[in-house]
C-alpha cells in the first residue's frame, strides 16, 4: 500500500501520535515476529545475499542494488536479482525486459533492467521459484531485492540498509514509526550499511541494536542532474520513501527549485497527476524534473515534458563493502577471493 511519510516518525521527541499508536505498533511487531518464527525456509544451491531496510523506505536500496550487482559481475560473479515486483499481481516468476510495462514488473524492476540489461532481474511472488528459475539459467549468486523481512528464501547474507540523516526516526514499528519490525531484529543482519549523501568518513555512531562486532559501511550517494537543467527554473516532483532527500539533493546541485510536490511511495501517476503538474510549471516558467523510479510511472504521452535525475553510488565508497561481500561469496562458494 503507498505510504506518504509522517512527519512525527522523525521527530526526537515522540508526540501524541506516536503514543496513540504504540498499541497498534506493538501488536503489528509481534505479528511479524511470529510469522518469522513460523516460516519454514528453502535454501538454494547458490549464495543468497538479501539487501533490505529495517525501516519504511527512503534508503536508495534500488541504486545501491544496481551498484552491487554490477560490481559483482566485474568481479566474475554472475549475479541475479529477485523482486517481488511492488504493484503488481504477477504470480509467475520471469526475466525482466528493459521494454516490459510498468504495471506488468513495477518499477523498480524495471530500474534495474534498463540498468542491468536483459535477464538479471527476475519478478514472481514466489521468490524461491524464481531463484531456482535463475540458477537454472545461470546465475552464480542471487541479489534478493527488499529481502530482510522475507523469509522463505534462505539466505547466505543479509544487509540492512539505514539512511544516515534520519537513522531509527523513534524507534517505533509501524505505524507508530518507521520501524517494518521490532528494533532488536536488526542484530539479525550481517551487515549495516549507512546511505546518504553526506562523505563517508567518519562513520556514524554505532545504533542502538547494533551488535559493535559486525561490519559497518558507508555508501554515498550523488545525483547526476542533465547539465541543461542548471540553467532552468525546476518543479521538482516524486513518489518516494523520503521525497524532501530529492529535493534537498538537488538543491545541493545549485539547481533552482521553484516548487516542489510529494506523492505517496510507488505512486502510480495519473495524466491529471501529469496536467496539474505541468499547468503548475507554466505558470513557473519552470520544467518539470523527477527521480529515475518516478519516470518509469509516468503517462507515456508525458514522459517526454519530465526530466529524470539519476541517482549514482560513488564507487570509491562502494568498494569496502564489495570486497567484504565478494571474499563472503567465495568462502561459500569454495572459489578463490577475486580482490
Known amino acids: 500500500m503507498p505510504l506518504t511519510t509522517p512527519r512525527f516518525w522523525y521527530q526526537r521527541r515522540r508526540g501524541w501520535q506516536a503514543w496513540l499508536l504504540w498499541p497498534l505498533g506493538w501488536l503489528y511487531g509481534c505479528a511479524v515476529t511470529l510469522h518469522r518464527r513460523s516460516t519454514r525456509r528453502w535454501r538454494c544451491s547458490v549464495p543468497v545475499l538479501s539487501i533490505g531496510n529495517l525501516t519504511l523506505g527512503g534508503t536508495g536500496k534500488t541504486p545501491l542494488g544496481i551498484a552491487l550487482a554490477k560490481g559483482l559481475e566485474e568481479r566474475g560473479w554472475r549475479v541475479a536479482v529477485l523482486l517481488r515486483g511492488y504493484g503488481t499481481r504477477r504470480r509467475n516468476s520471469c526475466p525482466v525486459s528493459a521494454t516490459s510495462s510498468c504495471a506488468e514488473v513495477g518499477d523498480e524492476a524495471l530500474e534495474y533492467a534498463q540498468s542491468l540489461g536483459e535477464g538479471v532481474a527476475w519478478v514472481g511472488s514466489n521468490r524461491c521459484r524464481s531463484a531456482a528459475l535463475a540458477v537454472a539459467a545461470g546465475a552464480t549468486v542471487i541479489l534478493l531485492d527488499d529481502g530482510l523481512q522475507h523469509w522463505r528464501l534462505g539466505r547466505d547474507l543479509d544487509l540492512s540498509l539505514l539512511d ?22 536488526l542484530a539479525r543482519a550481517d551487515g549495516l550499511v549507512f546511505t546518504g549523501a553526506e562523505p563517508v568518513e567518519p562513520l556514524p555512531p554505532i545504533p542502538v541494536g547494533w551488535p559493535g562486532h559486525k561490519p559497518r559501511f558507508a555508501v554515498r550517494f550523488c545525483l547526476v542532474p542533465p547539465p541543461q537543467l542548471q540553467q532552468e527554473r525546476l518543479v521538482a516532483f516524486c513518489g518516494i520513501g523520503l521525497p524532501e532527500k530529492f529535493f534537498s539533493a538537488l538543491r545541493a546541485c545549485g539547481l533552482q527549485l521553484v516548487a516542489t510536490e510529494s506523492f505517496p511511495d510507488h505512486h502510480l501517476y495519473a495524466e491529471s497527476d501529469l496536467k496539474r503538474l505541468l499547468d503548475l510549471a507554466h505558470a513557473n516558467g519552470a520544467r518539470l524534473v523527477t527521480t529515475v523510479k518516478d519516470g518509469q510511472r509516468l503517462p507515456h504521452r508525458f514522459r517526454q515534458a519530465v526530466s529524470l535525475v539519476p541517482l549514482q553510488v560513488d564507487s ?24
Do not use: M
Not at 567484504?324 to 577471493?337: M, T
Open 316 to 339: 570509491a565508497s562502494l568498494a569496502p563493502l564489495l570486497n567484504w561481500l565478494d571474499q563472503h561469496l567465495c568462502a561459500l562458494s569454495g572459489v578463490r577471493f577475486h580482490g
Open 164 to 185: 544516515r540523516k534520519h537513522g531509527l526516526g523513534n524507534r517505533l514499528v509501524f505505524p507508530a514509526g518507521p520501524l517494518r519490525e521490532p528494533l532488536d531484529q
